[in-house]
């Protein structure tokens, strides 16, 4: 079988919208530039340090050298108007009223992306800013949230010693304009975003107004940008010197005379939006190993979870309300390890599960749990025993461990982003099992582990943004491609004591082809991390075929 290598050069078409707004840059330096920047791609990666900026003609305009590039990844990367501060949150402008639904990662229309559009369940107005956080209906996977600021008097961006710098992005219509003379539209908004750099303050109160109409002026930096009627809602990020990080500072509400103005994050209203609207007392207990038998009732949209074993210890939890996912509201489960009994089929809406101690999630009778998700802290397992419902993922992130031990075919899907999921589904009577539909390994944190081969379809399993790590554990798996998108995916092999393989059966990307092309690696390469033996088959339907390994091995 002839295995051949070859590079492969992909075009990437973006979506176009005709409505909106962005930001007017410099036309002497390459517009790419400014792209790049707010996509930290080319020489903006995240965490690079003192990056030049060169003009059209090859001068230096000046330096990006004060902090290291911040992570952009944040910011809904297809309208650039809402930033992610909580796992379920984004702030923005209230004024935005017409946008329903978000996503982050990647963009372009890679099928493999297979990526989470997150619908607004409740937009959470703020009564008298124009600022609102809305309430998302998952837990979103493929990125960490903003660290908001914690700076909120007024004059605190005044000062310089502390917040040195400040950098924006954005979406929408697009300008360019030379030193002297009228601004040029490049192309109508959310296309794509772009971004830059902006000067301090003339005004830190509840608000952040800044001179940026000139943005030739040395004062706005080296990317200096101004932002267009319509950029309402997309980010102001600052370097925070006193706690050593990049803080989002506030959501653009407005263009000013020479300037634009931001509303800064409002922590009070933000706190209450996600700590008593939207949470449910914690479950609380005090012996170990007691179950609680979970029941709901789907016309109320309220169920209870009560003990039994001489345990008289309940609560009130809240789920969906006909089609009121925003009725749910999150549930966290504290103190000793237990068990939950699910009495029958639990729908939480947008509430989400968060786990501080070991638990058991199951159901006698073979009820489903479905929700926001969940989030299992690092150093916790929990043990899922009950299976999803059709065409909905389980999202899962923190640091913990879930152990999937459901009985049959589960037709849920699973959005892992961080921890670790062990699949050891167990068959049914007829010996049929499959612990997913599908599953999206995203964010480049999380490893996904199989305990045999016939855990998953491996054609359904999708590496989207910034990937992740599959752990074959010793297994043999056989797939026509591998869906990854970018060089985040790892198929790694932590099993010292079994060679695990990867056979490659099929056509490329829309299986009209012939070409493959894996971006990511195949093996550890973090040497804290066991690597234990991995073969790779390559076994194309025709002779002409070929494979490009781009990643590495």
């Not at 707004?21 to 792209?35: E, H, L, M």
Request: net charge positive; charged share 20%; aromatic share 10%.
């Amino acid at each position: 079988m002839k295995f051949r290598y070859h590079v492969l050069a992909i075009c990437i078409s973006l979506s176009l919208s005709t409505n909106g707004f962005a930001s007017t840059v410099r036309s002497d330096i390459a517009y790419q530039t400014y792209r790049d920047f707010a996509e930290n791609k080319g020489v903006f990666q995240v965490g690079k340090v003192d990056i030049p900026i060169y003009d059209n003609k090859g001068k230096l305009v000046g330096r990006l050298n004060t902090a290291p590039m911040p992570d952009f990844s944040s910011v809904d990367s297809f309208l650039g108007i809402g930033t992610l501060i909580d796992p379920q949150h984004i702030v923005s402008v209230k004024h935005n009223g017409s946008y329903n639904r978000v996503s982050f990662g990647g963009t372009g229309k890679n099928p493999d992306y297979h990526r989470t559009s997150y619908l607004i369940v409740n937009r959470n107005n703020h009564r008298s800013r124009d600022f609102h956080v809305p309430r998302l209906n998952k837990l979103v996977t493929e990125v960490e949230p903003a660290v908001m600021t914690d700076a909120v008097s007024r004059g605190a961006y005044f000062d310089s010693q502390r917040f040195p710098v400040f950098y924006r992005i954005g979406t929408g219509t697009q300008y360019i304009k030379p030193v002297n003379g009228a601004k040029k539209k490049l192309h109508n908004a959310y296309g794509y975003l772009t971004g830059g750099t902006v000067g301090s303050p003339k005004i830190s109160d509840w608000s952040f107004v800044s001179p940026t109409l000139d943005i030739y002026n040395k004062s706005n930096g080296a990317l200096g940008n101004f932002g267009e009627g319509g950029d309402s809602g997309s980010p102001l990020f600052a370097w925070d010197t006193k706690r050593n990080t990049w803080v989002l500072v506030g959501v653009l509400d407005s263009m000013v005379p020479a300037g634009n103005r931001w509303t800064i994050l409002q922590p009070d209203f933000i706190k209450n939006v996600i700590a008593n609207e939207n949470t449910d007392p914690a479950v609380v207990l005090n012996e170990k190993d007691k179950v609680l038998n979970w029941s709901f009732d789907s016309n109320k949209g309220t169920g209870v979870l009560s003990g039994n074993n001489g345990n008289n210890q309940s609560w009130t939890m809240h789920g969906a309300k006909g089609a009121n996912l925003d009725a749910g509201k999150n549930l966290s489960f504290k103190g000793k390890k237990g068990t939950l009994n699910l009495s029958n089929p639990i729908d939480q809406g947008a509430g989400a599960l968060t786990f501080e101690t070991d638990y058991v999630v199951k159901s006698d009778n073979g009820s489903t749990w479905k929700g926001a998700g969940i989030i299992i802290n690092k150093g916790v397992t929990v043990d899922w025993r009950v299976n999803g419902k059709a065409n909905d993922n389980l999202h899962k992130i923190g640091g913990g461990t879930l152990l999937v031990r459901g009985k049959g075919k589960n037709p849920g899907g699973l959005n892992i982003g961080d921890g670790v999921a062990i699949l050891n589904q167990e068959a049914n009577a007829d010996g049929k099992k499959q612990a997913f539909s599908t599953i999206d390994i995203v964010s480049g944190r999380p490893t996904v582990i199989l305990k045999d081969a016939d855990q998953i379809d491996p054609n359904k399993i999708y590496f989207g943004y910034r990937g992740g790590r599959l752990d074959l554990n010793g297994n043999d798996i056989s797939l026509a491609r591998i869906k990854a998108v970018d060089n985040g995916a790892m198929i790694v092999n932590h099993n010292m004591d079994k060679a695990a393989s990867v056979t490659l059966t099929g056509k490329g990307i829309n299986n009209k082809y012939n070409d493959q092309a894996f971006l990511g690696f195949f093996g550890e390469k973090d040497s804290a991390l066991t690597n234990g033996k991995l073969d790779i088959y390559y076994k194309p339907p025709v002779d002409n075929a070929f494979l490009a390994l781009t990643g590495g091995a």
